[in-house]
């Protein structure tokens, strides 16, 4: 398939829902929070009910313009919303209030690893309710769904790209920058598992040098990053097969079944006249002022490529910078760390080394462990004032992490503080090379790396105590 794909160009653009993170729904005072009894976040407003009227949540557009300028997006001084008609048994009204013609956010881009990636809009609009299968929950053949209509009403922002990605990685890529920046303003959660930021991928396959794209085929509600790839990576396959075969790819919807690793056809790709959209009679068009935007501006928070930037001028290495920015908790524990004076190179050792394998290997954010800011701060301290070596300072950061006690009280109750008499080194010293003649007459023949050798049994000998600069001016010193 490979030699195929060498013939094709692939043609990727995303859509994006992210639900916003506000107490109440779009147009309606019922609450939001994921996990609820199910229809207990509802109203008669959300239920669609004869005679209701839909009142706009304010904080919805706030965060909308908000989203919009950390994509460099340009606001618009008046939005609408129109009635977009569907039926769908978890849309209870029959229509979603949506955004067509007029979006909130037009005309904005972000940056992937030195490509621009456009994008054409982000529109406001609510979300359905949510379909539960009754197979799917254990009865096994049954034949009906139950519908949870907790969900419908809560905000929606749609982020619609340019078709300007070209492989899979630069979809993920992009989806992963999108995530992180809409954490980092604090509009969305970002939590694909639990569905409040689902992806429809669009996908098509042109000759080589072609300029005219070919039939697109759109992938519905993706909820992982590499569910996302392993779909992008089928359909690509998919309709290169197609085409190769003298056939034609047919624009539809289709679902990806992640346990099968296809996409399935589950519909024909509608157009806007399908939905027969109209502007919303029971809303006004929005007026956005220009102070209002920059009211939104002023609050802007650090985005994750501007800290990112910083920590690499802080010394850090491009990757080491990503990995942190990545997970948004951390990235906030080092800002404070640094805030509270702490060299960035040992602080970061630290955050990379045994803090990530803790982190990994008990499948825990920082957050959720004991350490402080504070606590690791000081141990870094200790470490500079040669109150107590690197290594020991590796050894008691994962009691840290487990139990919260400082740095300062495990070292005084296990006794750990640094050996830096030159004295007491150079007696465990002589000590050491007096037990390994064999050593020191290869080391004397010119075998000059067994001094690490030589270092390892004198830590070993003080657990760790040792001040390792001194021990290694002293051995060299008795070994000549």
Excluded at 142 to 162: C, H, K, M, Q, W
Excluded at 170 to 182: G, P, Q, S
């Amino acid at each position: 398939m490979e030699s195929l794909r060498d013939k094709y160009e692939v043609v990727i653009g995303l859509e994006v829902h992210a639900q916003l993170k506000t107490r109440s729904k779009i147009f309606a005072p019922d609450g939001t929070e994921f996990g609820k009894e199910p229809n207990s976040e509802t109203s008669p407003i959300t239920l669609g009910m004869p005679g209701v009227l839909p009142v706009l949540n304010r904080e919805v557009v706030n965060m909308g313009i908000l989203t919009g300028l950390a994509l460099n997006c340009e606001i618009p001084a008046r939005c609408k919303f129109d009635r977009k008609q569907y039926f769908y048994p978890d849309l209870p009204k029959g229509y979603q209030i949506s955004q067509y013609d007029e979006p909130i956010c037009v005309n904005g881009h972000i940056d992937i690893k030195g490509k621009r990636i456009g994008i054409t809009r982000a529109h406001l609009e609510e979300d359905a309710g949510k379909l539960v299968h009754a197979g799917a929950a254990g009865i096994a053949g049954s034949s009906y769904s139950l519908v949870d209509l907790n969900r419908a009403g809560t905000p929606l922002l749609e982020i619609v790209s340019e078709p300007d990605m070209r492989s899979s990685d630069e979809a993920r890529a992009y989806m992963e920058e999108l995530r992180n920046i809409v954490r980092y303003i604090g509009v969305c959660d970002g939590n694909l598992e639990e569905g409040s930021m689902r992806c429809d991928a669009n996908i098509s396959v042109m000759p080589k040098g072609s300029k005219v794209f070919g039939t697109r085929a759109e992938i519905k509600n993706v909820n992982s990053f590499s569910a996302l790839q392993r779909a992008i990576e089928y359909e690509i396959d998919r309709q290169i097969d197609i085409v190769e075969e003298g056939g034609k790819v047919v624009q539809e919807t289709r679902l990806w079944d992640d346990n099968a690793r296809e996409t399935r056809s589950m519909r024909g790709k509608e157009d806007a006249h399908d939905y027969r959209y109209f502007p919303e009679p029971d809303l006004m068009p929005l007026e956005i002022s220009r102070e209002w935007v920059e009211e939104i501006r002023s609050k802007m928070p650090e985005l994750p490529e501007q800290k990112r930037q910083r920590y690499m001028g802080l010394g850090l290495s491009e990757y080491d910078a990503s990995v942190i920015v990545e997970q948004m908790g951390l990235a906030l524990f080092f800002d404070k760390v640094l805030e509270l004076g702490a060299t960035p190179k040992i602080a970061v050792n630290f955050i990379m080394g045994e803090i990530a394998a803790y982190l990994k290997e008990e499948h825990k954010e920082i957050t959720e462990t004991e350490l402080t800011p504070e606590n690791l701060v000081e141990l870094i301290a200790l470490i500079e004032k040669n109150t107590i070596s690197n290594n020991i300072g590796k050894q008691i950061i994962v009691d840290m992490m487990k139990d919260g006690t400082k740095a300062s009280e495990i070292v005084e109750k296990r006794g750990l503080s640094q050996i830096s008499d030159e004295g007491a080194i150079k007696e465990v010293c002589e000590k050491v090379v007096a037990a390994n003649p064999k050593e020191v007459e290869a080391y004397k023949k010119g075998k000059v790396q067994l001094l690490g050798f030589f270092v390892g049994q004198v830590m070993k000998e003080t657990k760790g105590r040792a001040n390792p600069k001194a021990v290694n001016e002293l051995l060299k010193e008795i070994l000549g």
